[in-house]
């Protein structure tokens, strides 16, 4: 963990609580059944095994980078392993991810930045009836990701790749709702901001987004308080490695750090 990171990794775990300082019961039971819960599935191993092969491909590709970049890697060119190792989320929240959705029975689900498509097999996990549209920017990665899903025999997932802007925009022009979104791409204040405006508009009451990396940098925490601040926003729980993002209008407006 660098030092920037290190220092807001702190300065959460000194405001962070547990369940015992939680007033609000729909918040107290979302904490203890569903994000500090553990309920594995069967399927997690072979998702895993898909990771500890991606982590040991040394296949190099070239990469278009249309987002923050890594703190980590310079150049356009890295190995297979090196993406695995420093852009795939951890096994932590890729399983809250998969609880999230099958305790909301999300059916439209959207995903910003597939990466090499870990995160997106389990979040199909968490729903049989799911439909879920995913974005990258880089083809090579993408490719990546499609060979994950055909080994895994996903159903159900549908990989646009290109310029997120232009992406995204056209499937939006055509989207009726989302029921979940996990936003994990273009690490900068104004792009994050400006996905969950543009996916805010097609959300409703039960609609839960998930924001990647929200303590990232000082960019990103600027974007998770922008969000927290949004009209359509009326509760946000911290977990560190990511934010969660409620729209229930029945919920005064409410936001926790919560240790994970």
């Known amino acids: 963990m660098e030092l920037g990171t290190l220092s807001r990794y702190i300065k959460y775990w000194l405001n962070a609580v547990e369940e015992h300082s939680l007033h609000s019961p729909y918040v107290y039971e979302l904490y203890t059944q569903v994000i500090k819960s553990e309920y594995p599935d069967p399927e997690f191993e072979r998702i895993e095994k898909i990771r500890e092969a991606l982590v040991k491909d040394n296949s190099i590709i070239k990469i278009n980078d249309f987002g923050s970049g890594s703190k980590i890697l310079h150049g356009n060119q890295r190995t297979i392993s090196q993406i695995a190792r420093t852009s795939i989320s951890s096994p932590k929240l890729s399983k809250l991810l998969y609880r999230l959705i099958r305790q909301q029975e999300a059916k439209e689900v959207v995903e910003l930045g597939t990466s090499l498509g870990i995160n997106t097999l389990y979040m199909y ?17 993408a ?3 499609e060979h994950s899903f055909k080994q895994f025999g996903s159903e159900n997932i549908q990989l646009r790749t290109g310029e997120l802007e232009k992406t995204l925009s056209q499937y939006l022009a055509f989207s009726s709702k989302i029921d979940f979104a996990f936003i994990d791409a273009n690490h900068t204040f104004e792009s994050t901001v400006r996905y969950f405006n543009k996916l805010a508009k097609k959300s409703h009451d039960e609609s839960l987004f998930v924001i990647a990396d929200i303590h990232w940098s000082s960019g990103m925490e600027r974007a ?21 993002v409620f729209f229930k209008p029945d919920i005064t407006k409410q936001h926790y750090i919560l240790e994970f």
């Open 143 to 145: 490719k990546y990701a």
């Open 224 to 244: 998770w308080n922008e969000i927290k601040k949004s009209p359509y926003v009326t509760l946000t729980i911290d977990v560190f490695e990511a934010g969660l």
């Open 125 to 141: 996990l968490g729903n049989e009836q799911i439909r879920l549209t995913t974005f990258e920017g880089d083809e090579n990665i």
